[in-house]
Protein backbone atom coordinates (compact mmCIF):
# COMPACT_ATOMS: atom_id res chain seq x y z
CA UNK A 1 0.00 0.00 0.00
CA UNK A 2 1.41 3.15 -0.96
CA UNK A 3 0.83 6.23 1.88
CA UNK A 4 -2.28 8.50 1.37
CA UNK A 5 -1.73 11.95 0.94
CA UNK A 6 -3.08 14.92 1.22
CA UNK A 7 -2.69 16.13 -2.47
CA UNK A 8 -5.10 13.31 -3.37
CA UNK A 9 -8.10 14.18 -1.38
CA UNK A 10 -7.80 17.78 -2.69
CA UNK A 11 -7.74 16.11 -6.46
CA UNK A 12 -10.87 14.03 -5.44
CA UNK A 13 -13.03 16.87 -3.68
CA UNK A 14 -11.99 18.95 -6.76
CA UNK A 15 -12.90 16.26 -9.45
CA UNK A 16 -16.43 16.00 -7.44
CA UNK A 17 -16.74 19.97 -6.87
CA UNK A 18 -17.11 19.15 -3.57
CA UNK A 19 -16.87 22.24 -1.41
CA UNK A 20 -14.63 22.28 1.77
CA UNK A 21 -12.92 25.04 4.00
CA UNK A 22 -9.19 24.10 5.49
CA UNK A 23 -8.39 24.63 8.74
CA UNK A 24 -4.30 24.08 9.57
CA UNK A 25 -3.24 23.80 12.80
CA UNK A 26 -0.74 21.76 15.05
CA UNK A 27 -0.22 17.87 14.45
CA UNK A 28 -3.28 16.14 16.44
CA UNK A 29 -2.86 12.46 17.35
CA UNK A 30 -7.08 12.44 19.31
CA UNK A 31 -10.10 14.23 19.56
CA UNK A 32 -8.23 15.38 22.96
CA UNK A 33 -5.70 17.49 21.86
CA UNK A 34 -7.81 19.39 19.64
CA UNK A 35 -7.46 23.29 20.42
CA UNK A 36 -9.19 24.63 17.79
CA UNK A 37 -12.96 24.86 16.80
CA UNK A 38 -14.25 24.05 13.14
CA UNK A 39 -17.92 25.43 11.75
CA UNK A 40 -19.36 21.77 12.00
CA UNK A 41 -19.37 18.63 13.91
CA UNK A 42 -16.67 16.98 16.10
CA UNK A 43 -16.32 13.57 15.24
CA UNK A 44 -13.80 10.72 16.13
CA UNK A 45 -12.66 7.99 13.48
CA UNK A 46 -11.83 4.81 14.70
CA UNK A 47 -10.42 1.77 12.45
CA UNK A 48 -12.04 -1.46 14.59
CA UNK A 49 -11.52 -5.02 13.62
CA UNK A 50 -13.29 -8.37 14.68
CA UNK A 51 -11.24 -10.98 16.48
CA UNK A 52 -12.59 -14.21 14.74
CA UNK A 53 -14.46 -12.51 11.40
CA UNK A 54 -12.12 -10.56 10.41
CA UNK A 55 -14.25 -7.88 9.23
CA UNK A 56 -12.93 -3.97 9.60
CA UNK A 57 -15.48 -1.27 10.42
CA UNK A 58 -14.67 2.36 9.93
CA UNK A 59 -16.91 4.16 13.04
CA UNK A 60 -17.49 8.07 12.74
CA UNK A 61 -19.04 9.19 16.50
CA UNK A 62 -19.10 12.49 18.06
CA UNK A 63 -15.68 13.87 19.30
CA UNK A 64 -17.07 13.74 23.13
CA UNK A 65 -19.11 10.10 23.05
CA UNK A 66 -16.60 7.97 24.92
CA UNK A 67 -17.27 4.38 22.87
CA UNK A 68 -18.78 1.05 24.16
CA UNK A 69 -16.77 -1.49 22.42
CA UNK A 70 -18.60 -4.36 23.66
CA UNK A 71 -22.00 -3.03 22.69
CA UNK A 72 -21.09 -2.12 19.75
CA UNK A 73 -19.52 -5.57 18.53
CA UNK A 74 -22.68 -6.78 19.89
CA UNK A 75 -24.73 -4.07 17.75
CA UNK A 76 -22.87 -5.25 14.66
CA UNK A 77 -23.01 -8.95 15.36
CA UNK A 78 -19.29 -9.56 16.65
CA UNK A 79 -18.46 -11.17 19.90
CA UNK A 80 -15.09 -8.97 20.32
CA UNK A 81 -14.02 -5.63 18.16
CA UNK A 82 -10.49 -4.39 18.80
CA UNK A 83 -8.81 -1.08 17.34
CA UNK A 84 -6.56 -2.45 14.24
CA UNK A 85 -2.91 -1.90 14.69
CA UNK A 86 -1.05 0.50 12.60
CA UNK A 87 0.24 -2.12 10.17
CA UNK A 88 -3.10 -2.63 9.39
CA UNK A 89 -3.97 1.00 9.53
CA UNK A 90 -1.54 1.45 6.51
CA UNK A 91 -2.04 -1.73 4.75
CA UNK A 92 -5.76 -1.07 4.57
CA UNK A 93 -5.56 2.95 3.93
CA UNK A 94 -2.48 3.85 3.97
CA UNK A 95 -2.63 6.27 6.88
CA UNK A 96 -0.54 6.39 10.25
CA UNK A 97 -1.80 6.60 13.61
CA UNK A 98 -3.36 10.02 14.67
CA UNK A 99 -4.42 10.69 10.69
CA UNK A 100 -7.07 8.49 10.46
CA UNK A 101 -10.04 9.72 7.91
CA UNK A 102 -12.84 8.26 5.91
CA UNK A 103 -11.12 10.68 3.05
CA UNK A 104 -8.73 7.57 2.92
CA UNK A 105 -11.56 5.07 1.64
CA UNK A 106 -10.57 5.40 -2.04
CA UNK A 107 -7.14 3.32 -0.90
CA UNK A 108 -9.48 0.39 0.21
CA UNK A 109 -10.36 -0.70 -3.11
CA UNK A 110 -10.92 -4.55 -2.32
CA UNK A 111 -13.96 -2.77 0.08
CA UNK A 112 -12.65 -4.35 2.99
CA UNK A 113 -14.04 -2.12 5.76
CA UNK A 114 -17.53 -1.74 6.37
CA UNK A 115 -18.29 2.15 7.54
CA UNK A 116 -20.74 3.12 10.71
CA UNK A 117 -21.81 6.75 10.91
CA UNK A 118 -23.87 7.01 14.66
CA UNK A 119 -27.14 8.14 13.90
CA UNK A 120 -26.24 11.21 16.47
CA UNK A 121 -24.61 13.25 13.66
CA UNK A 122 -26.62 16.25 12.63
CA UNK A 123 -26.72 15.71 9.23
CA UNK A 124 -27.71 19.06 8.44
CA UNK A 125 -24.19 20.52 9.64
CA UNK A 126 -20.77 20.74 8.30
CA UNK A 127 -18.51 17.83 9.63
CA UNK A 128 -14.81 17.61 9.86
CA UNK A 129 -12.14 15.36 8.50
CA UNK A 130 -8.35 15.23 8.27
CA UNK A 131 -6.84 15.22 4.39
CA UNK A 132 -4.73 12.03 5.58
CA UNK A 133 -2.66 14.68 7.53
CA UNK A 134 -3.05 15.50 10.86
CA UNK A 135 -2.15 19.11 10.66
CA UNK A 136 -5.32 20.32 8.63
CA UNK A 137 -9.09 19.70 9.34
CA UNK A 138 -11.58 19.98 6.35
CA UNK A 139 -14.67 21.28 6.98
CA UNK A 140 -17.25 20.10 4.38
CA UNK A 141 -21.12 19.59 4.37
CA UNK A 142 -22.43 16.34 5.56
CA UNK A 143 -24.58 16.05 2.46
CA UNK A 144 -21.16 16.93 0.11
CA UNK A 145 -19.48 13.94 2.55
CA UNK A 146 -22.51 11.23 1.78
CA UNK A 147 -21.31 12.66 -1.91
CA UNK A 148 -18.30 11.12 -1.71
CA UNK A 149 -18.82 8.10 -0.54
CA UNK A 150 -21.53 7.54 -3.14
CA UNK A 151 -18.41 8.36 -5.41
CA UNK A 152 -17.10 5.57 -4.16
CA UNK A 153 -20.00 3.39 -3.77
CA UNK A 154 -20.08 3.24 -0.35
CA UNK A 155 -23.20 2.86 1.72
CA UNK A 156 -22.59 3.54 5.88
CA UNK A 157 -24.57 2.02 7.69
CA UNK A 158 -26.04 4.47 10.13
CA UNK A 159 -27.07 3.16 13.60
CA UNK A 160 -26.79 4.58 17.07
CA UNK A 161 -23.38 3.93 18.20
CA UNK A 162 -23.33 2.69 22.11
CA UNK A 163 -21.96 4.84 25.04
CA UNK A 164 -20.24 4.00 27.70
CA UNK A 165 -21.80 4.56 30.68
CA UNK A 166 -20.48 6.29 33.72
CA UNK A 167 -19.07 3.89 36.66
CA UNK A 168 -21.25 4.44 39.72
Known amino acids: MTKATDTEVYQLLEKWQIPYERV?????????????????????????????????????????????IKALA??????????????????????ERGSVTPLALPHDREQRITLVIDEVIDQSEKIGFHPNINTATLVIAFRDFQRFLSNLSIEPHYLTIPEKQPEA
Not at 25 to 30: E, G, Q
Not at 46 to 60: A, D, T
Open 74 to 95: KELGEKQLSFASEAELFELLGL
Open 24 to 68: DHKAVYTVAEIDFSIDGTDVKNLLMKSKKSHHYYFVICPGEKRLD
